[in-house]
């Protein structure tokens, strides 16, 4: 067959290119990959050590440059500093240099950390230490860690979103030909914060991963299975640069990138993307919309009449299960507790008012006067991780910790697709930075730091899912049974 | 709640319930349990259904239980216990027998014939499952331990039994009394008769006994989702102060006792009907003669009430011994 012998040829090809490349690679580098060693002595390797390690910390310090040899160490950003503290950091560095030179004379002694610069243009507070200074490295002990500040707390997570406000819709900055506009579209509206909460945000990026499949057409010489995984995956890099993707969205995606490589090789491009979209349309129905219906079902047997029930926030499926309850014709009231910035309580508020259910508006503060006339507290999860842990919106867990001190039971409503494999025990290793408010003024002295989830170790009675209602010790059992 | 109206009942279901109250003849004093009776119902409902599909079979079934439940609820069967474990044990027949169908390839007839042949375990099953629960659980029981039990159970008295006979351990039993229906004097005879040296006390010094006892064993009614368990009105207490004090508390409970059920406290339970709380049997026979039904007295006879996982050690069951949070995930393989 023709095809086959092209292919062949193709090989060929290339092979013979390859061994082209090669032979004129080592015509240039007789030393093959590896550069010869510079020979360094025992004093040049040190300072070069002490220069990166420097480097390294003044990287750090957000807005300064690196300094150019060991001795600017102590004098931290004097790079781009005023007449008056450059006369007063130069005099410093002549100290300092003297005390280097005593340091480094006798190591015995007992020296104290070099003397605190006062400098206006690090954001630093005025007690704080610079940082371990690299060329007092020879002291017998190590110098007292600078103050923890809730920027270095949470500096291994992505710099917050600041929501763009823009009229025109801005294409991000390097398109390849496979994002398509509703990608760009969907990326907006992430990073705008007009779509928020887990179940929302995942319908949305599966609607827009439909549009992407149906006019996707694979290329003449591309496997349809691979190259429209590669065409998703670059459309899914784009969406998560606009904001992080929640647990929902990533187990979404995941499943969807299975239903793409199973597309086998003769299959009609048509059909395929038929069944692809057909797929999609049962998750969004069954596994998220219908999951909720179940879990307002279950839930709803825990609610009784003459009942008031605590919720935190807005949540699909505990919309739903007052919705049920209501339809059940049982007689109760909810208190909504709502937290600052976003206060999502307010469209749960809205909601119940149509209802005509009795509510309870109230912040964060008073949760302990309302709690102890609460018969049970509801709220929704963001994800559920196979230790127990609930990760949920930031507020929670202190909801959760307050109800405990009261002996109120907790319940969660989680749908099984949400359930990660991952665990955590806290909510600083992973988590997303919410963006300073515009009432927030920024002072040299104060910082804002805000964080998007909550992590809930314990405190919970039980997680209600489209299963029943289960403990929080059997999330990894379900993880198994769903395999 | 089965508060069931005093229709009446449909012809099927009365042999149903003539059955169960023939297995139930003098249950308390024999071996068999009121779900095991139950089951032996059901499997009865099968040898006469005419059902030809699985569907047509479990409406039947489906209507056995609600009969069954019905008699629990109106007439005085369970004692003075709660009708879960009639419920559970029906559910799970039922669970049992939808399984087998899948498991036979979904073939009706091959499905009933394997159900009926294996349906003569069910016959013993009180029996054997008792047994490997004493097994499991006699191993806990250690030379010279002052064990703390509450009323009769003929789990926990059957464990208790096979330490002091088969393995030749010699210890001690404190004992509830167990009110109302007083099940700690017949357990107390029970041990007597097994050469187990015990003593009575009552309900109330649960706190002042509990210093003495080693560990506390305890019956249960249901096991609950959570790896709780709902059994007679004081082990709820019971299981505080032994966790106050640091004293084991284990739960000796067969596997048909897995009830579907998730209570969130005390009052997530179902409500059951029971006999009026008399006040005689007092040291002080005035109390006798105090009228009880004035408007403002209320008389509450509880008589279950429920433990949650955090006061249980272990449980002892037909399965093994587990760890409260393993019940969920028994429950989850069974039904899921």
Redesign the interface.
């Known amino acids: 067959m023709s095809t086959e012998e092209e292919k062949e040829a193709e090989k060929a090809r290339k092979k013979a290119e390859k061994a082209k490349r090669a032979a004129e690679f080592a015509a240039k580098n007789p030393n093959g990959f590896s550069k010869p060693k510079e020979k360094l002595s025992k004093a040049e390797r040190r300072a070069k050590q002490e220069a990166q390690r420097a480097a390294k910390e003044d990287k750090k310090i957000p807005g300064k440059k690196a300094p150019t040899n060991a001795d600017d160490c102590f004098a931290d950003g004097s790079n781009s500093s005023s007449q008056e503290t450059s006369n007063m950091t130069s005099n410093n560095t002549s100290n300092n240099n003297a005390n280097m030179a005593r340091l480094s004379s006798s190591p015995q002694t007992l020296a104290l950390p070099p003397p605190i610069l006062n400098n206006s243009n690090s954001n630093r507070k005025q007690n704080t230490p610079p940082r371990k200074s690299s060329t007092a490295s020879n002291l017998p002990y190590s110098q007292p860690p600078s103050t923890v500040d809730a920027q270095s707390l949470f500096s291994h997570l992505s710099p917050p979103i600041k929501p763009v406000v823009t009229k025109t819709l801005s294409p991000p900055p390097q398109t390849s030909k496979s994002i398509h506009p509703s990608t760009v579209t969907l990326c907006n509206s992430y990073s705008r914060f007009s779509i928020t909460g887990s179940n929302s945000r995942c319908i949305a990026m599966l609607e827009c991963f439909k549009k992407i499949i149906g006019d996707y057409e694979p290329p003449k010489d591309k496997v349809m299975s691979m190259d429209l995984t590669r065409v998703l995956k670059e459309n899914f890099k784009v969406i998560t640069e606009s904001r992080v993707h929640s647990i929902s969205m990533g187990n979404a995606f995941t499943f969807l990138k299975n239903l793409v490589t199973k597309i086998k090789h003769n299959e009609e491009t048509s059909a395929a993307k038929e069944n692809l979209l057909f797929a999609i349309d049962q998750f969004i129905e069954k596994t998220v919309q219908f999951a909720s219906d179940v879990i307002a079902k279950e839930g709803s047997t825990?609610v009784?009449n003459g009942d008031v029930i605590l919720t935190y926030g807005c949540s699909t499926s505990v919309k739903k299960l007052f919705a049920k309850a209501l339809e059940q014709g049982k007689d109760f009231r909810v208190i909504v507790v709502d937290g600052r910035p976003e206060l999502e309580g307010k469209e749960m508020l809205g909601y119940l008012q149509e209802l005509g259910i009795h509510v309870t508006y109230v912040g964060f503060n008073s949760l302990s006067y309302v709690m102890k006339e609460v018969s049970?507290v509801l709220y929704g999860a963001a994800a559920l991780l196979s230790n127990g842990s609930v990760v949920c919106r930031v507020g929670a867990n202190g909801v959760t910790l307050v109800a405990g001190a009261y002996r109120k039971?907790v319940?969660v409503c989680c749908e099984t697709y949400k359930f990660s494999k991952k665990v955590q025990i806290d909510a600083i290793t992973h988590n997303e930075l919410t963006p300073q408010p515009e009432e927030f003024k920024s002072e040299p002295n104060s910082d804002w730091v805000g964080v998007k989830y909550d992590v809930v170790g314990e405190g919970v009675?039980?997680i209600v899912t489209e299963?029943?209602?289960?403990?929080t010790?059997?999330v990894a059992?379900?993880l198994r049974?769903m395999e | 709640m089965a508060a069931l109206s005093p229709s009446p009942l449909s012809p099927e279901v009365q042999i149903v319930v003539a059955d169960l109250l023939n297995f139930m003849e003098g249950s308390e004093h024999s071996d068999v349990a009121l779900p095991v009776a139950a089951m032996k119902v059901m499997l009865n409902v099968i040898k006469r259904s005419k059902a030809i599909t699985m569907t047509g079979l479990l409406s039947e079934l489906e209507a056995a239980k609600t009969g069954m439940l019905g008699l629990a609820a109106s007439k005085d069967i369970c004692g003075f216990r709660s009708h879960i474990p009639l419920q559970s044990g029906c559910e799970l027949f039922m669970r049992y027998v939808t399984r087998s169908f899948y498991e036979m390839s979904s073939d009706f007839e091959l499905c009933i014939k394997e159900v009926l042949l294996r349906g003569e375990t069910f016959a013993g099953m009180s029996l054997t499952a008792r047994q490997s629960i004493a097994e499991h659980g006699c191993e806990f029981v250690r030379e010279g331990q002052v064990i703390l039990t509450h009323g009769y159970s003929r789990v926990v008295a059957s464990l208790l039994k096979m330490a002091a006979e088969k393995q030749k351990k010699n210890f001690s039993v404190i004992v509830l009394e167990g009110r109302p229906e007083g099940g700690g004097a017949r357990a107390a005879a029970v041990y007597a008769e097994a050469n187990i040296p015990v003593t009575v006390v009552l309900d109330s010094a649960m706190g002042y006994a509990m210093e003495k006892a080693d560990l506390v064993i305890v019956g249960a009614e249901g096991v609950v989702?959570?790896?709780g368990v709902v059994n007679k009105i004081g082990t709820y207490a019971l299981g505080i102060t032994a966790k106050a004090l640091n004293t084991p508390f284990y739960v000796a409970a067969e596997s048909y006792k897995f009830a579907?059920l998730?209570p969130?406290?005390q009052?997530?339970l179902p409500r059951v009907e029971t006999g009026e709380l008399r006040f005689a049997d007092t040291t002080t026979p005035e109390v006798e003669e105090i009228d009880m039904k004035k408007d403002l007295i209320t008389v509450d006879n509880c008589v279950i009430d429920y433990t949650p996982?955090k006061y249980i050690t272990l449980l002892f069951t037909d399965l093994g011994v587990l760890t409260p949070?393993a019940i969920?995930?028994e429950l989850?393989?069974l039904y899921?």
Do not use: H, M, Q
Request: proline share 6%; net charge neutral; hydrophobic share 40%.
């Open positions: 825990k009784k049970l039971p319940l009675a039980g299963f029943g209602i289960v403990p010790t059997s059992v379900i049974e | 989702e959570n790896g579907r998730y969130l406290n009052a997530d996982a949070s969920s995930d989850i393989r899921a």
